[in-house]
Every structure is written in C-alpha cells, then in structure tokens.
C-alpha cells in the first residue's frame, strides 16, 4: 500500500531537549516536504526537499532542521524545542512537478513542548 | 502577506443541495492549483486540481472553476453528502508545480446536514 508514515504520532517533550520526528514513503517520490498546521493559520510549509541530498527552507523553517540523505526517508529535528512549536506537524511527498506534484500525506505528529 | 485566501472558515449546506468553496490568490505566476480534503486525526488528502491554461476540471460530483483575471478559484460539490463534512484546503503552486512547493490556505469547515 502507498503510503506516508510519520513517527511518533503524538509526542509530549519539555523545552530543549533534541527531538526526531521520522518520516518514511514508499512511492519512490523525489520530493518531500514538512508543513505545520496551526488554528487560523492553516498548513504552512517549514522545508522541503527535491531530491537527496537537495534541500531548501519553506516559509517558516526558524528552529528546525531536516535531512535527506535517503530517497524515502526526510526526518525533521527540532535540535531545542520551544513551547511556539507546539504544533500538528505532516509529512507529505510527490513525484514531482507539473500534474504530477499531488502531495501525499502522511497522519500527522501532534506535538506538545512545555 | 497571505498569498493564498479562503476568506470563509467555515461553510453550512443542506444534504442533496450544492457547497461552493471559495478561494483567492494574489500572485499571478501561480499556474497549478489543487484542492484538498481533510478529516479530524487523518493527513490531508487531494481531491481535485486543474492548471491555469484551463477553466473548468471537473470530477464526478466535484468541479473546480478558475477565474484567472480574478485571481478566484471556486470548489463546487454537488450533490453536497454528510460524508463531505471536512476541512479543505486550497493550494497553488508555481513553475506547474516543478519545484514541489505548495502555498496553502488556511482552510474551509465544511459541515453537510442531514
């Protein structure tokens, strides 16, 4: 089955302490993104990636980082997490560009800093 | 500066009767738009799109219209089902999607009655 896994899906940390959120897709898609989606405010995209090893910021990448050093797997650190990123985070992917760049998501990562 | 606007966060219809989702973009190099469906505790999942050389894209009860001089999409359902009630989401993209980045709204409550 296609399909975006995120990891964990939810998750309770306090203010600092160096977190993971693991995200894996199985349709061979070159791209891959990270959004949050906050109340009011919608899915706003944090980074994307376009290929391995190819990254770049979205429109709020402050306070994290992300890597892509495999085609399916696009991790998100929070490297010292703060009570602003609280947050329902997702994962998506996508072939690529034109008809073509229909994202897929993964369940989302509700996350609570305190 | 919001790029993409869905100016009404929440929408009430009547079973049987027809939803109209509305939404607007302020920049004119978007070519590819995309509408999104979304349930409480699942990720986002696409619905329907179309590319701005078009007016009209239309799938089984779901039709998008663009209006490209006004700058106005629209997501027409017809007939309108209970299972319909969820949250969309308009996205539009540049360079026909190409580089894999999308700008969402903020979203529509849609809530279908009985």
């Known amino acids: 089955e296609a399909q975006v896994t995120q990891n964990p899906r939810y998750l309770i940390t306090v203010t600092g302490k160096k977190l993971t959120v693991t995200c894996s897709q199985n349709?061979?898609?070159?791209?891959m993104s990270w959004y949050r989606q906050d109340p009011g405010l919608g899915l706003r995209q944090i980074y994307y990636?376009?290929?391995?090893?190819?990254?770049d910021k979205g429109d709020v990448p402050e306070g994290y980082k992300v890597s892509r050093k495999e085609k399916r797997n696009f991790p998100l650190i929070l490297e010292s997490p703060s009570p602003n990123q609280t947050s329902l985070y997702f994962c998506?992917?996508?072939?690529?560009?034109?008809?073509?760049?229909?994202?897929?998501f993964g369940a989302g990562t509700r996350l609570s800093v305190l | 500066d919001q790029q993409v606007k869905q100016n009404s966060p929440s929408l009430s219809v009547q079973e049987g009767r027809i939803s109209i989702l509305n939404c607007d973009y302020t920049?004119?190099?978007?070519?590819?738009f995309l509408w999104y469906k979304k349930y409480p505790a699942e990720g986002p999942t696409f619905l329907i799109s179309?590319?701005?050389?078009?007016d009209k894209n239309e799938d089984g009860r779901f039709t998008v219209f663009l209006n490209k001089s006004a700058k106005h999409l629209s997501l027409h359902i017809v007939p309108s089902q209970p299972g319909d009630s969820a949250v969309y989401f308009c996205?539009?993209?540049?360079?026909?999607?190409?580089?894999?980045?999308?700008?969402f709204g903020k979203g529509t409550k849609l809530s279908v009655k009985p």
């Open positions: 998506a992917s996508s072939y690529g560009g034109g008809s073509k760049n229909i994202q897929y």
């Open positions: 349709m061979n898609h070159e791209y």
């Open positions: 990636s376009m290929n391995v090893e190819v990254t």
């Open positions: 920049n004119s190099m978007f070519d590819y």
């Open positions: 179309i590319s701005s050389i078009k």
């Open positions: 996205a539009a993209s540049r360079y026909g999607g190409s580089q894999g980045n999308l700008i």
